[in-house]
């Protein structure tokens, strides 16, 4: 399933940005649910999407918070994607009035999975790639589609030699 365009760019995110591009999200979801400008619950889709719906849930003092888990790649390779663990259907029914956040869309495929379980949900992530961002309602930064973006959970800061190297 790799007939995609090779990641040629970095997009490097520390916590601090992740905190940052989280509220934003948050604060561009205030207001906006079904109950008086209210959400009923948020669905994060583990992994990637725990650290920001915890950001967003607490910002929007949203306290069903429920996760679905789904993956699809190993490191940079893209395989079908996997329901792992569902939400509790009862809290989420259809998805009137749930927030699923994620961390990212790329080829969309994941939330497309997503989205069949709880159609009438509001799909949240902070950053978009083009291809996926039609299955997006609301995020917040957009990233061309040959970059991939490096999450500060899979990073460690570390030695780099300098530019001009050492006498
Ligand atoms: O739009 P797509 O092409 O489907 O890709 C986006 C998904 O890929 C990553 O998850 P991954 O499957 O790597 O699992 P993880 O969240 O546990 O890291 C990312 O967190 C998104 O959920
Ligand atoms: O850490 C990640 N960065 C990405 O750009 C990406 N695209 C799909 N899955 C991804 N995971
Ligand atoms: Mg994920």
Redesign the pocket.
């Known amino acids: 399933m790799n007939d995609r365009l090779p990641h040629e760019k970095g997009f490097h995110v520390s916590w601090d940005q992740l905190h940052r591009d989280a509220r934003a999200l948050a604060w561009r979801l205030q207001g906006r649910g079904p109950d008086d400008g209210a959400w009923r619950a948020v669905v994060a889709?583990?992994?990637?999407?725990m650290a920001p719906a915890m950001i967003v849930s607490r910002e929007l003092n949203i306290r069903h918070v429920d996760t679905i888990?789904?993956?699809?790649?190993d490191h940079q390779s893209?395989s079908e994607?996997r329901i792992i663990k569902s939400p509790d259907m009862e809290l989420v029914g259809d998805g009137e009035g749930v927030l699923i956040v994620?961390?990212?869309?790329?080829?969309?495929?994941?939330?497309?999975l997503v989205r069949a379980h709880m159609p009438k949900a509001h799909v949240a992530t902070v950053y978009a790639?083009p291809?996926?961002r039609a299955?997006v309602d609301t995020y917040v930064t957009e990233v061309s589609q040959d970059t991939w973006i490096f999450f500060p959970w899979d990073m460690a800061l570390q030695y780099v030699k300098p530019y001009r190297g050492t006498d």
């Open positions: 889709i583990t992994r990637g999407g888990s789904v993956k699809s790649y893209q994607p994620d961390d990212l869309v790329d080829t969309g495929r994941t939330l497309e790639k291809q996926g299955q």
